[in-house]
């Protein structure tokens, strides 16, 4: 071994690295290594037939869920699909319909691929129908044909390693089960779908900001519209969150439409959300943050993003994100006690059935989360700043949520509870959880 060193320094002119530098490097090789083994494991699924947004029809007693689909993917070489993962040059919009099953026939939460095509509309999604819209004016009569009579709008914008269709048939799952009253549109960006490609997906945010935003921008300025919720997951808080800082520096703030803002399991930086937070102005949207300690994805995201606290893997009752968080007015739902199949625990937002029918009872339409409104059951940890609500036997303020909002109101009516609690108050989700 000495040998070899020796020969390294002669030849390179350089001294060798020692022993312990070289084993160091090794290791952080083989982490990394094992980060994506684990990713990869994690995230493997059954195979997906190719084109299941082919047309299949739908069937007695399922649903249709007609969105508007905004893109900046380049159109797919591959027969039998609409987009793949690289990027267009241009904005591009297409009407699509998906057919969901019966409920009978499904879970809440749960995307049914097809196992083969033509699909069965009984059992599985399937799409009814793909209407390109070439024109800005079509998608304007799309607009004004989809809006309810709340006049809501809702833009998705989905996350790391999506495909096109992996993107339009979750969040057809999202709109069919959170029940929410809007005009459905979802923003999808160029993503490969693949583990090994983070930093090309990372980029692609990066290229479709200033289209987001552009889309962002025409929902706010339509007229017939009367409020503009967004909800973006993972590594689509990004672009989200860019496409804001963006239009607030260009125009002095965000388009005052746009009322609310859905982040889940952002995949964001803490330290750079807090610089986009303050470019946003004193003018913002309400934030909703869903979190998990447990998240696996974000954990391997940290790991490759120089060991920087991810935003959606934060503990919200650990300072300082408990004191900013407050003072920003940010509501934060904790959902790490919560259990479901997703084996990232990334995904949680969109597959408990609780959680998706909060989001389209409560929070899409912009409300504040209640102890009298909602009642997620005792698997859910949340804590939104500011208050001391909790659950069982964990304080003496017992209610039938273990939600704790961000809400005035709520935080006057137990103000009286809080100071008895004293400090206590920042461990009662912890009590209540177990965890």
Aim: aromatic share 6%.
């Amino acid at each position: 071994m000495k040998g070899s060193v020796m020969m390294t320094e002669q030849r390179t002119g350089r001294p060798a690295p020692s022993t312990s530098r070289r084993l160091q490097r090794a290791g952080g090789r083989l982490r990394v290594a094992a980060c994506l083994a684990l990713a990869l494991a994690l995230s493997a699924c059954a195979s997906r037939p190719v084109g299941v947004l082919i047309p299949s029809g739908t069937a007695p007693g399922a649903t249709e869920v007609d969105m508007l689909v905004a893109t900046t993917r380049a159109p797919s070489k591959q027969a039998g699909m609409l987009y793949g993962g690289e990027r267009g040059t241009e904005l591009t919009a297409a009407e699509i319909v998906v057919s969901i099953p019966p409920d009978k026939n499904r879970k809440i939460g749960q995307v049914q691929w097809p196992k083969r095509l033509p699909a069965d509309p009984s059992k599985e999604f399937s799409t009814v129908s793909v209407t390109p819209l070439a024109e800005r004016a079509e998608v304007e009569t799309w607009t004004r044909d989809s809006l309810p009579k709340s006049r809501r709008v809702l833009i998705f914008v989905h996350g790391f390693n999506n495909r096109y269709e992996d993107a339009v048939y979750r969040f057809a799952q999202i709109v069919h089960d959170s029940r929410a009253d809007v005009a459905p549109i979802i923003f999808t960006w160029p993503s490969r779908a693949s583990i090994f490609d983070y930093n090309y997906d990372k980029e692609s945010t990066n290229y479709s900001r200033d289209a987001l935003e552009t889309l962002l921008r025409r929902a706010a300025e339509d007229p017939r519209v009367s409020d503009v919720t967004i909800m973006a997951h993972s590594m689509g808080s990004w672009v989200t969150v860019e496409a804001l800082r963006q239009m607030a520096i260009r125009d002095g703030r965000v388009a005052p439409k746009i009322n609310n803002v859905i982040l889940a399991s952002p995949d964001l930086d803490v330290d750079v959300f807090g610089k986009q937070w303050e470019a946003m102005g004193p003018n913002k949207p309400k934030f909703t943050l869903f979190v998990s300690r447990d998240d696996r994805a974000l954990s391997i995201s940290r790991r490759i993003s120089g060991n920087v606290e991810r935003l959606g893997q934060i503990d919200p009752t650990q300072e300082p994100y408990r004191t900013n968080l407050e003072k920003a007015g940010i509501t934060v739902l904790d959902l790490t006690a919560l259990q479901t199949g997703d084996r990232l625990n990334h995904g949680k937002f969109a597959e408990s059935p609780e959680v998706v029918k909060l989001l389209g009872n409560r929070l899409i339409a912009g409300q504040t989360v209640t102890d009298s409104d909602v009642g997620l059951g005792e698997r859910v940890g949340a804590v939104a700043l500011g208050t001391a609500q909790t659950v069982g036997s964990a304080a003496s303020i017992a209610v039938s949520t273990p939600i704790l909002i961000f809400d005035p109101k709520t935080r006057e009516n137990y103000r009286g509870q809080v100071d008895r609690l004293g400090r206590s108050v920042g461990n009662t989700l912890e009590t209540a959880t177990g965890q």
